[in-house]
């Protein structure tokens, strides 16, 4: 049996409420920094033999405690990144506003795809090939592949035969969340789900 823990990034410092996406420079908030410590925490009694992550500074963040805990480099995985997003880079974050403003609807033509991002399925097939690339190398073993939101749902619902189109609001993926795929050979035959953050206080994103 060979487990790919798949985690969430912390909260991120967003004041202005901003579609962040695929753009540089947005950090982790202190409670994010405080995610990510308790993460690490989760992950030090595991066997853990892999460490990967998505190139994006939040992901990064959020890997480098869990390194420290299991005494493992991070491998950047560019297939861990976060989903495109036309949206990217607007003061949209939560969806606020998306459906008030006319310039945005021509995005919503097909929510199937989506159209307004990447396609579910071209997500879905680059996480899941990380996923392998991660149980390859840990080998009977454990991984931990750092990610972000959408990437990590596509993922579960490939590999629990669910059909990526879904209700955004309805996302099992908390912040600092691990979803965890356990393999026998080539089959997923577990989807698990754990919030070793969940204690802590709630955050905003606008506290640095």
């Known amino acids: 049996m060979t487990i790919v823990h798949l985690l969430r990034h912390g909260e991120v410092y967003n004041p202005d409420g901003v579609l962040y996406g695929r753009l540089p ?42 390194a420290a805990a299991v005494g493992l480099q991070i491998a950047i ?32 033509r097909n929510p199937l795809r989506p159209s307004w991002g990447e396609p579910y399925d071209e997500i879905a097939d680059r996480v899941m090939a990380a996923i392998r690339s991660a149980r390859d190398q840990a080998d009977g073993r454990e991984a931990v592949c750092v990610s972000h939101q959408l990437p990590v749902v596509m993922a579960a619902r490939r590999a629990q035969g669910l059909r990526l189109f879904h209700d955004p609001r309805r996302r099992r993926c908390g912040l600092a969340s691990v979803t965890s795929l356990t393999f026998d050979g080539d089959i997923i035959t577990r ?5 070793p953050a969940a204690d802590l206080p709630a955050g905003t994103g606008a506290g640095a």
């Open 25 to 66: 420079g947005f950090r982790l908030s202190v409670l994010g920094v405080r995610q990510a410590e308790a993460a690490a925490a989760w992950f030090a009694a595991r066997d853990i033999a892999y460490l990967a992550c998505s190139p994006l500074q939040r992901a990064r963040e959020t890997a480098a405690p869990v």
């Open 77 to 108: 995985d560019d297939r861990l990144i976060e989903a495109g997003n036309e949206f990217e880079g607007q003061p949209v974050a939560g969806g606020k506003g998306l459906l008030t403003n006319p310039s945005y609807w021509k995005y919503f």
């Open 191 to 195: 989807v698990q789900y754990a919030e």
